[in-house]
C-alpha cells in the first residue's frame, strides 16, 4: 500500500531526479496570445529566470520552428547569443507540412551545455505554397510564381523513412525520462513501499 504521507517525499525524488524542471532560459514572447504572419520578421524574447546554469554559461543557441510540438518545420537562427535576450526572425510564408497546425512552437537548443527550452504554443496567420503556375500558348497568363493558401489533410505523423530524424533531441530527452523513472523512481517507491 501506498502512504499519502509519502508524496511529499515522493515529489522530491521525481523533481530531484530531473533536470527539466529547472532553466534559466524563459521565453516571454511568443506566447500563447501572440500571432505572427508569415513572410514577416518576428521578435523572439526571453529572460534570465535566475536558475542554473545562467544564460553567460549558456552556448550559442539556434531556434527550431515546430508544427504543434513535435513536426520541426525549419531553423529561425543560428549562433543566437543567449546574453542578448532577443532576436529577430523572419516567419517564412512556406510551412509546407505546418499548414493545418493549430498552433506553433518554438525550441532554443543549446549544444553545450546541450540544454533545451520551449515556448508556449502560438499562432501564425497567411500560411502559403509557392506554386508556379505555367502558361498555355492561348492564354496570356503571367508565369510570375503565384501564392496559393491551401488546406491539406495533415501528413500522418511517424510514418516513412526518417520520420524521426529531426526529432532526435526530444527522442535523447524521452528515453532519459523513461530511464529516471524505470531505474531511480520506480524503485524508489517499491523500497519505501516496502519498508512500511
Known amino acids: 500500500m501506498f502512504s499519502p504521507a509519502l508524496l511529499p517525499t515522493c515529489l522530491f525524488i ?3 531526479s530531473s533536470q527539466h524542471v529547472v532553466a534559466s532560459l524563459h521565453p516571454y514572447k511568443p506566447i500563447k496570445t501572440t500571432i505572427y504572419a508569415a513572410g514577416q520578421p518576428a521578435q523572439v524574447m526571453w529572460v534570465d529566470d535566475g536558475h542554473k546554469p545562467k544564460l553567460a554559461k549558456v552556448g550559442p543557441m539556434r531556434i527550431d520552428l515546430f508544427a504543434g510540438f ?3 518545420l525549419t531553423t529561425l537562427a543560428r549562433n543566437v547569443n543567449p546574453l542578448g535576450k532577443s532576436k529577430q526572425v523572419q516567419i517564412p510564408s512556406d510551412m509546407g507540412q505546418g ?16 540544454l533545451t527550452f520551449y515556448t508556449t504554443g502560438f499562432k501564425i496567420t497567411n500560411l502559403t505554397i509557392a506554386n508556379s503556375s505555367t502558361t498555355s500558348p492561348s492564354s496570356t497568363a503571367s508565369t510570375d510564381p ?3 493558401t491551401t488546406h491539406d ?6 510514418k516513412g523513412p526518417g520520420a524521426h530524424a529531426y526529432n532526435a533531441n ?3 530527452d524521452l528515453e532519459r525520462a523513461k530511464f529516471r523513472v524505470v531505474f531511480i523512481l520506480w524503485p524508489t517507491l517499491i523500497g519505501i513501499t516496502m519498508a512500511l
Not at 99 to 114: C, D, G, H, Q, V
Not at 153 to 158: A, R
Open 153 to 158: 489533410d495533415p501528413l500522418p505523423l511517424g
Open 14 to 16: 521525481l523533481i530531484a
Open 99 to 114: 499548414l493545418n497546425a493549430s498552433y506553433f512552437t518554438m525550441r532554443f537548443i543549446s549544444e553545450k551545455p546541450p
Open 170 to 172: 526530444q527522442k535523447i
Open 70 to 72: 513535435d513536426t520541426y
Open 146 to 148: 503565384a501564392q496559393k
